[in-house]
């Protein structure tokens, strides 16, 4: 059995949990918009076409934000193309996932869909084949409450009231080659000012993103958000990040290491955001927005033949197997232990695509990434506690020394309830922790949840939808004794230890 401990203490403490680091992105990519969130005439769907089931499993997994239309796709968007009448809306070639967009779904739909999904809107403005005047546009089109050509013509659309979109994303990777209007970091970062610099004008409440590396392994990271920041740092509130992370290799230990990558980029761009600012004797200070991250790698080789010009193909249909849970939970734990400097964070996606839901023609099914998800982004709001974890370690591959235990704890001293989130990466052995509780006084565990399986490629399908699901330990897992907690997590296993008073 293995042995180790989480330490806390109430007056120390990392920050308060922002709700939108809970956040998701549904991108016009695949099946995420058709047959995902939206199938009209499918007797699963509402009178707008919203596919009920999906609605009801976004609402369980209580996802505060959600970006929008892109990813990839937002670079060649033409936002007039997806309001208005539908029968007049054109069907274009869309470039980035080489495929066909019927624009049948589009921005006044998407914003009715995040009003009954519970969320609000992050949107994306079009940095790619597109600029400021456009990005200007829309949002006179979206937040100008009327007496303008655009607000008006929104109007028109049947939209009195403005959408009131706070938060904006200033294009999408724009430092990849992949990506159309691909940029160099100061031609982004000019654009990227000015864009927001018009945007603010507009509407003073609005808040932008730009847009960091498309990952840790850009030859331009680090360089890349120096300049960008160096050329925007008084018009933009956040940075982004994005990361995806895989087990083709199929070395587990390796792959679950992944949380410290993660970890290590995000004190990266932390360090480079502050780096900027002190070079500015700036007094503002820039946040983090990670918005993608998952895990992404399984339907690779199957999307490699796929054909060109079709609509909604399946693509990036990852089937997500157990030991993807367990990753996805110690991203989670890793998020919340920078909440100081991550505001934002976006699961991507959220539907069909790299995603925890996934749907047919007959019906909606949970993933086995959805249950970590969902049980940080219910109980794990309040404030983060800075938690120390004396953990033995392993040597993994690409991130060196590894921990096996990953852990944090939230604190809602308003609610008086505590909760502990770890993952024990060990393959072979248990793990015995200790976490002395005595400062909570009069807290009792109220449960310990469970998300285990023998077999780390278990999967959940339509067929078989509950192969892997969070139960509640047996008593003897989490025993709380004179206010010092002592539990047991089981060899690869993610909890959740809840406690109240
Ligand atoms: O989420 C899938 C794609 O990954 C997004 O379109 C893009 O931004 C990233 O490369």
């Not at 004797?281 to 998952?294: A, R, T, V, Y």
């Not at 919340?336 to 019906?363: E, W, Y």
């Not at 591959?397 to 939230?410: F, H, I, N, R, W």
């Not at 072979?428 to 009792?444: A, I, P």
Request: aromatic letters at 10%.
């Amino acid at each position: 059995m293995k042995k180790a401990q989480i330490i806390v203490d109430k007056y120390f403490l990392t920050g308060k949990t922002d709700k939108r680091i809970y956040g998701s992105f549904i991108e016009h990519l695949g099946r995420a918009v058709y047959e995902g969130i939206y199938q009209e005439g499918s007797p699963l769907s509402d009178e707008q076409g919203f596919r009920k089931d999906t609605l009801e499993l976004v609402r369980e997994l209580q996802v505060p934000i959600v970006r929008y239309p892109g990813g990839n796709f937002v670079s060649g968007f033409r936002w007039e193309d997806s309001v208005g009448p539908k029968a007049q809306r054109p069907s274009r070639p869309e470039l980035a996932w080489g495929v066909i967009e019927t624009n049948q779904f589009g921005l006044n739909e998407f914003v009715d869909w995040s009003r009954k999904a519970d969320s609000d809107v992050m949107m994306a403005v079009n940095l790619g084949t597109r600029g400021p005047e456009d990005a200007k546009n829309l949002l006179e089109y979206c937040n100008f409450k009327g007496g303008t050509y655009y607000s008006d013509l929104r109007k028109a659309h049947g939209y009195e009231q403005p959408h009131d979109i706070k938060l904006w994303c200033l294009g999408n990777e724009m430092d990849g080659p992949w990506q159309m209007g691909h940029k160099t970091a100061a031609e982004y970062g000019r654009v990227a000012a000015e864009t927001a610099r018009l945007m603010k004008f507009m509407d003073p409440e609005v808040e932008t993103v730009a847009c960091g590396s498309s990952n840790l392994e850009m030859p331009t990271f680090g360089s890349w958000e120096y300049t960008v920041l160096d050329e925007a740092y008084d018009q933009v509130d956040y940075l982004s990040l994005h990361q995806y992370y895989g087990n083709a290799a199929g070395d587990t230990a390796d792959f679950l290491a992944s949380s410290k990558g993660m970890d290590d980029f995000i004190s990266g761009v932390v360090s480079i955001c502050d780096a900027v600012k002190a070079k500015k004797h700036g007094k503002k200070q820039i946040n983090l927005s990670f918005d993608e991250w998952n895990v992404w790698y399984h339907s690779n080789e199957q999307d490699k033949k796929l054909e060109k010009w079709v609509q909604a193909p399946h693509q990036l249909e990852d089937v997500y197997n157990f030991e993807d849970a367990l990753l996805v939970g110690s991203m989670l734990i890793t998020l919340l232990r920078h909440a100081d400097r991550v505001k934002i964070a976006c699961m991507a996606q959220l539907v069909n695509v790299i995603a925890p839901i996934m749907t047919s023609d007959t019906g909606a099914w949970r993933q086995t990434i959805f249950y970590p998800y969902m049980l940080t982004s219910v109980f794990g709001r309040g404030t983060v506690l800075n938690t120390q974890v004396l953990t033995p370690i392993y040597e993994s591959k690409t991130y060196g020394e590894a921990p096996y235990l990953d852990s944090v704890c939230v604190w809602d001293e308003e609610k008086d309830t505590l909760t502990i989130f770890a993952v024990n990466k060990s393959m072979d052995e248990d793990m015995e922790v200790s976490c002395d509780l005595r400062q909570f006084e009069g807290y009792k565990i109220v449960e310990h949840i469970v998300l285990n399986n023998d077999n780390l490629q278990a999967v959940n399908t339509e067929t078989q939808p509950e192969n892997v699901v969070p139960v509640k330990a047996s008593a003897e897992c989490s025993k709380l004794d004179g206010g010092k907690l002592e539990a047991v997590f089981a060899k690869h296993s993610w909890n959740m230890i809840r406690l109240a008073k």
